[in-house]
């Protein structure tokens, strides 16, 4: 009932301007072409003001009725900014849980005091048709050089002499590409802990030697 | 009080080119121009008001203003259209005021295009949608 009234309104509004309009025409040779223009203005009015209640779409040419008025022909462009603002503070949600997760993991990676990690970086599945949608893809962890393997230290803050250091070498695929720097085992277990704790598989783990 | 200004400033004119078209008729029609122009001068401001009546009973119906301001166009190139030929036909050139106004609807063909492809396509839509 209100689209019928907005619509009759509208209908009504038009009919006058095109009224007022034809006052305005001159009086000789040229007001039959203008009257002409006018009323296929009027036509495409019409046509526009009955064609939004049925939603039919006028892309392709500069609207008549732009809705102004009452509110109507918006839907779409409302639909189409909900739908951005949407994935945008989707976009936003999964920033903040990787970002939280990264905390976590360096958290629970800080408690093994054997592996120095400077950074973490946590990748989970952002597209939302995903089945997977916000899981762990990989975690990756920038390991540094352990201070206690590290290089010699200066020699006013020597206190023990320099012990050389026990390398066990451990042929599993895990093994570092330096192997002298940190500890295997250390790192093994961060893997497991962090396997473990997020129910990700050891390949999801990926340690990156700095 | 406006209306008798008009009126009395047509009268002086249609009086002296009356009096002069005789004598010099060059003159006369320059008078005719000039009384024109000081007509259109003298309810130019007005037409400024009404101007903004159509355009604010547009906003309110909805209507966008690409449309009003070709209609806004096309009446103005009919009201130059017909002055000119007017004065043309009053100086006894009836062929150049033919011209005149045969420019001037070829122009008003013009500006309207794209309200004729519009009523096209939306008849077409119609069409199509009904079928």
Same mark, same amino acid.
């Given at each position: 009932?209100?689209?019928?009234?907005?619509?009759?309104?509208?209908?009504?509004?038009?009919?006058?301007?095109?009224m007022?309009?034809?006052?305005?025409?001159?009086?000789g040779e040229?007001?039959?072409?203008?009257?002409?223009?006018?009323g296929?203005?009027?036509?495409?009015?019409?046509?526009q003001?009955?064609?939004?209640?049925?939603?039919w779409?006028?892309?392709?040419?500069?609207?008549?009725?732009?809705?102004?008025?009452?509110?109507r022909g918006?839907?779409?462009?409302?639909?189409?900014?909900g739908?951005?603002?949407?994935?945008?503070q989707?976009?936003?949600?999964?920033?903040?849980?990787?970002?939280?997760?990264?905390?976590?993991v360096?958290?629970?990676?800080?408690?093994?005091q054997?592996?120095?990690?400077?950074?973490?970086?946590?990748?989970?599945?952002?597209?939302?048709?995903?089945?997977?949608?916000?899981?762990?893809?990989?975690?990756?962890?920038?390991?540094?050089?352990?201070?206690?393997?590290a290089?010699?230290?200066p020699?006013?803050?020597?206190?023990?002499?320099?012990?050389?250091?026990?390398?066990?070498?451990?042929?599993?695929?895990?093994?570092?590409?330096?192997?002298?720097?940190?500890?295997?085992?250390?790192?093994a277990?961060?893997?497991?802990?962090?396997?473990?704790?997020y129910?990700i598989?050891?390949?999801?783990?990926?340690?990156?030697?700095? | 009080?406006?209306?008798?200004?008009?009126?009395?400033?047509?009268?002086?004119?249609t009086?002296?080119?009356?009096v002069?078209?005789?004598?010099?008729?060059?003159?006369?029609?320059?008078?005719?121009?000039?009384?024109?122009v000081?007509?259109?001068?003298?309810v %130019? $401001?007005? &037409?400024?008001s /009404?101007? !903004?009546i159509?355009?604010?009973?547009?906003?309110? #119906?909805? +209507?966008?203003?690409?449309? %009003? $301001?070709? &209609?806004?166009? /096309?009446i !103005?190139?009919?009201?130059?259209?017909e002055?000119? #030929?007017? +004065?043309?036909?009053?100086?006894?050139?009836?062929a150049?005021?033919?011209?005149?106004?045969?420019?001037?609807?070829?122009?008003i063909?013009?500006?309207a295009?794209p309200?004729?492809?519009?009523?096209l396509?939306s008849?077409l839509?119609l069409?199509?949608e009904?079928?």
């Open positions: 009932m209100e689209i019928i009234r907005n619509l009759v309104q509208s209908l009504v509004i038009i009919i006058i301007l095109a007022f309009l034809e006052m305005l025409l001159p009086a040229m007001r039959t072409y203008v009257k002409m223009i006018m296929l203005l009027v036509i495409i009015a019409v046509v003001a009955v064609g939004s209640i049925a939603r779409s006028f892309e392709e040419m500069p609207a008549v009725v732009t809705g102004a008025g009452d509110g918006q839907l779409p462009e409302i639909l189409e900014t739908r951005k603002i949407s994935a945008r989707q976009e936003l949600g999964i920033e903040q849980y990787r970002q939280g997760l990264a905390r976590q360096t958290a629970l990676v800080n408690l093994n054997e592996l120095p990690v400077l950074d973490v970086e946590v990748n989970v599945e952002s597209e939302s048709g995903k089945p997977g949608f916000g899981q762990i893809k990989e975690i990756i962890l920038t390991v540094g050089e352990n201070p206690e393997q290089g010699p230290e020699e006013g803050e020597k206190l023990v002499d320099n012990v050389t250091p026990v390398t066990v070498q451990v042929g599993s695929p895990g093994t570092p590409d330096k192997p002298g720097a940190v500890n295997p085992k250390a790192v277990g961060i893997v497991g802990v962090l396997t473990n704790f129910n598989k050891p390949e999801q783990v990926k340690i990156i030697y700095n | 009080m406006d209306v008798l200004q008009i009126v009395a400033i047509g009268l002086m004119a009086v002296l080119i009356g002069l078209r005789s004598q010099r008729p060059e003159l006369a029609v320059l008078l005719s121009v000039a009384a024109g000081i007509l259109f001068l003298l %130019l $401001g007005k &037409i400024g /009404i101007v !903004g159509i355009t604010d009973l547009s906003a309110r #119906a909805g +209507i966008s203003m690409v449309y %009003l $301001g070709t &209609i806004m166009k /096309i !103005g190139i009919a009201y130059i259209a002055f000119g #030929a007017q +004065i043309c036909r009053d100086a006894g050139e009836g150049v005021a033919t011209k005149i106004e045969f420019a001037a609807k070829i122009l063909m013009v500006l295009v309200i004729v492809v519009a009523v396509q008849l839509k069409l199509g009904a079928g």
